[in-house]
């Protein structure tokens, strides 16, 4: 169980760097040029504020979770 929870977690913390967040409009506009350092840098910066709402509802989520369990072990 508790490899299960690190695989888990390991692959959460690793699919953003894998992931393409551009939209249409902003690969179009990047790609058309010869430098490819700009769309990169530009889809690092989408997939880093992607990444936080989803840490902090599952922040948000374990509390409750963890509250709940409490509630019911007393």
Do not use: H
């Not at 350092?37 to 989803?54: D, K, R, T």
């Amino acid at each position: 169980m508790k490899y299960r929870k690190f695989f888990f977690i390991a692959v959460l913390m690793f699919s953003p760097i894998i992931a393409e967040a551009q939209c249409s409009m902003c690969r179009a506009v990047l790609e058309s040029e010869t430098d490819q350092s700009a769309a990169e840098g530009i889809n690092n910066g989408i997939v880093y504020l992607m990444a936080f709402p989803y840490i902090l509802i599952g922040g948000i989520g374990y509390f409750i979770y963890r509250s709940r369990k409490k509630d019911k072990s007393i």
